[in-house]
């Protein structure tokens, strides 16, 4: 794609056409074909132009005037010739034409009609897999997310720099340098236009900075300029022409001797001589630690297109360049800058999520795969290509080329053509951080407590706040420190790396303040096994005020529960759990006088099948066997349980979904403890209560469960009945599927039954939906998920 993007890696090149002599169609034709042929589509295009003077020119030679124009920058005019080419063809013919009709309609930020014709390209191939129908996709997702207008991680005011520095020829890769800006132009050797252009790199006076031609023959000419840390080398890109305006680049560098530069030194561990390599920049490498030198090519082995390559520096040579897999794309990838201040890797990229064209990014290093790669947005993104983008340090000018339609043409009939150099007045989009005080051991907010906020270890702010455990800050991207303290606590901090939260727009921190005061610890095991017991609800109350009692019930993924004690007070503590015997225990805070932290282990020994009393278990929604009226169910219950349970984050989503905030994290956790407190603890239960009943049936016991089942209100009365009854049948068959059948002979002779009635969904609170279009309440929220249960609510022993 895009084949004249190899042309702005290099230098522009545009080649003048001569006057024609050809008085036939076809010969010029001929020379149109000839021209694009060697890659001069400029030539190419002046010709096909003569040749659509004539009578009813071919769709065929419509396209190629098209493509012409296209690689030579000439997009509107592309735009239009790519239209007559699709609306004249025949059905079988010119299978691109309406793929590259919407890329030039993309390219100019014609976002309707680039939709229009990606869409009618895709309907033409829809039995096709290949580059082109996955880029169109690639594109529409685009053109969507352009036209959401995304809020840009920068607030800034652009300008194009004057003609002292523009010219009608291109200009491209800016820097800075001290007060110095240098940056990479087109130049006509003797201002002939017939001559093929050459790379020089100037100043803002316009003083030729470093310009090398080793051989005039060669065409070799220069572009791009980067300098290492300790300004003692300059690296460059020395190309020369191979076909037409294509061209193919080297990196070399240059020394700094006695105040000059030496001859190019060629850099062989960097430069793939079969392929072109291309905008050296100097910088911290993607691992966030060893400086080296990025630069692009589109050597063979990377992901496609131009990709980033990364030579790390090891003090006296550059190793084997990496390619930066994480953030190439099957497109291009071009023009890395590093910005040492943010410590931010900038580059353009066709191939990532943008308004058209060439769009610059940026990703904070160190580059992971789970880095972001945020658009730099709009206006220094526009639907034209946009690229070289150069940050100040002091983070606030930005430079950048682009050949967006304010640039100046080199011919303005076809609005063809070319980079001019663009500043940016940069200032950094803030991010809200919300940082949440709590009590380490209980969770508790804790008022009262102090919030300082570092930044190279100097204080940039400090609060106090009496009222709430909460503080709202706005801070720049980087990385800062945040620090929580309180008398009667230790302090608390935490480094916040503002560079990873690219486009959120509330970050929230939450700091634990761990009590000066003793802490205790209770762990519960199971007597037996020896394994963690979760889940159980615990009672601490002081014995000499047993008023005083505070009653926890821990989320059934812990056994741990961690809560602060007085020294001088003593504690009755109270143990229960579904399947268990009570424990009971004391502690007195005395006896633990020069220790700040408790740990006690509690094991509890196993109930009768009454102790698991009552034992709820839990079903999705209409499940089993939805959709019928059937009372059986060929599931087991435990074959029910692992879809329902899996599909925890899904009613997160869905219950949380149109809530914002403090509202919206409440509406999570409600659904996050009814999953794993209630469905997960159900399910654990009755594999407990299992085992327990194959001990007392081995003993003589003659048993029957009473269960009840019901339903939410969603559905209708006696469907909902027959449903609960479905849901006793799943646990009817768990009992005997059982071991392989362990239960089969005490079903058959009556010393195991179940007494089952479904109650459906009358027993639900009138609170409870049953509304067919809100699903959220009827559905996915925890009070309609809590009637879709059977119950083991008793235990008949005869």
């Known amino acids: 794609m895009k084949t004249a993007r190899y042309i702005i890696i290099a230098v522009l090149g545009v080649i003048s056409v001569s006057q024609s002599t050809a008085q036939s169609k076809q010969a010029f034709i001929n020379a149109a074909e000839e021209a694009f042929e060697e890659k001069n589509f400029y030539a190419a295009l002046k010709y096909y132009n003569e040749v659509l003077e004539f009578k009813n020119p071919s769709p065929y030679v419509y396209y190629k005037a098209a493509e012409a124009a296209r690689h030579f920058f000439a997009f509107e005019t592309a735009l239009e010739y790519y239209k007559e080419a699709d609306a004249l063809k025949d059905k079988d013919e010119l299978p691109l034409s309406s793929f590259y009709t919407g890329e030039m309609a993309y390219q100019m930020g014609a976002y309707e009609e680039a939709t229009k014709f990606y869409n009618k390209y895709l309907r033409e191939n829809s039995n096709a897999d290949n580059f082109y129908t996955q880029t169109a996709k690639n594109q529409l997702e685009s053109i969507e997310w352009a036209q959401q207008n995304e809020e840009p991680p920068f607030i800034s005011q652009i300008e194009k720099l004057g003609d002292s520095i523009n010219t009608i020829q291109s200009e491209f890769a800016p820097i800075k340098l001290g007060e110095n800006l240098i940056f990479s132009a087109l130049r006509y050797p003797d201002e002939n236009p017939e001559e093929k252009p050459v790379g020089v790199v100037f100043n803002d006076r316009l003083d030729t900075v470093f310009h090398f031609i080793a051989d005039e023959d060669s065409m070799r000419y220069q572009a791009h300029y980067a300098i290492n840390m300790d ?334 004690i007085d020294r001088d007070f003593q504690y009755a503590i109270n143990v229960q759990k579904r399947g268990y015997e009570q424990e009971d225990l004391m502690v007195n805070g005395a006896d633990y006088p020069n220790e700040l932290r408790i740990v006690k282990k509690i094991y509890l020994k196993r109930g009768n099948l009454e102790s698991y009393l009552v034992l709820p278990l839990f079903f999705d929604n209409d499940f089993p066997d939805p959709k019928t009226w059937r009372t059986t169910s060929t599931k087991t219950y435990l074959e029910t349980y692992p879809p329902y349970y899996s599909r925890k984050n899904e009613f997160k989503e869905l219950f949380a979904e149109p809530l914002i905030g403090q509202n919206k994290d409440v509406a999570e956790t409600d659904v996050e403890n009814f999953f794993d407190n209630e469905v997960l603890a159900g399910k654990q239960d009755l594999e407990r209560f299992l085992e327990q009943l194959e001990e007392e049936l081995e003993k003589g016991e003659n048993i029957t469960l009473v269960v009840s089942g019901f339903a939410s209100p969603k559905y209708l009365k006696n469907y909902n009945i027959n449903l609960s009854k479905r849901r006793i049948n799943t646990l009817k068959k768990q009992l005997q599927d059982y071991g392989d059948g362990l239960f089969e002979s005490y079903l058959r002779n009556g010393m195991l039954d179940i007494e089952g009635k479904g109650y459906g969904a009358e027993t639900a609170p009138e609170t409870v939906s049953d509304s067919q279009e809100d699903v959220r309440s009827s559905v996915y929220s925890p009070a309609a998920s809590r009637e879709r249960r059977i119950e083991i609510v008793d235990i008949i022993r005869k």
């Open 231 to 564: 300004s003692t080398r300059v690296y460059y890109t020395l190309c020369q022409y191979t076909t037409g305006e294509l061209s193919r680049c080297d990196i070399y560098y240059s020394g700094s001797v006695e105040g000059s530069w030496s001859a190019p030194m060629y850099m062989p561990e960097l430069n793939d001589t079969a392929y072109s390599n291309t905008s050296p920049a100097y910088g911290i490498g993607p691992d966030g630690e060893t400086e080296g030198l990025y630069f692009a090519s589109d050597r063979i082995g990377g992901r496609g297109g131009y990709d980033i390559y990364f030579s790390a520096w090891d003090g006296s040579g550059f190793e084997a360049p990496e390619n930066l897999y994480q953030i190439n794309t099957p497109l291009n990838e071009l023009a890395p800058f590093y910005h040492q201040s943010s410590n931010t890797l900038f580059f353009s990229s066709e191939g990532y999520s943008g308004y058209g064209g060439l769009d610059m990014y940026q990703v904070f290093l160190p580059v992971t795969s789970d880095s972001k790669v945020e658009n730099l947005g709009s206006p220094l993104n526009s639907s034209f290509d946009d690229i070289y983008f150069f940050w100040e340090e002091n983070m606030k000018d930005a430079y950048f080329a682009s050949n967006r339609n304010t640039s100046y043409q080199l011919d303005t009939a076809l609005n063809a053509c070319c980079y001019d150099i663009y500043k940016a007045d940069l200032e950094p989009r803030k991010l809200v951080v919300k940082v949440l005080v709590f009590n380490k051991l209980n969770g508790e907010p804790i008022l009262g407590s102090t919030l300082e906020v570092l930044r190279s270890e100097n204080l940039i702010m400090e609060e106090t706040n009496e009222e709430s455990n909460e503080y709202i800050v706005d801070l720049l991207r980087g990385t800062y420190k945040l620090r929580a303290s309180k008398g009667g606590f230790l302090p608390d901090s935490t480094l916040l790396d503002m560079n990873q939260y690219a486009g959120q727009d509330t970050i929230v921190k939450r700091l634990f303040l761990t009590p000066k005061e003793l802490t205790l610890e209770l762990l519960t095991f199971d007597a037996v096994t020896r394994e963690p017991v979760n889940g159980p609800t615990i009672s601490v109350s002081d014995v000499d005020d047993p008023n005083k009692e505070n009653i926890y019930q821990l989320n059934n993924l812990t056994n741990s529960l961690v809560l602060p």
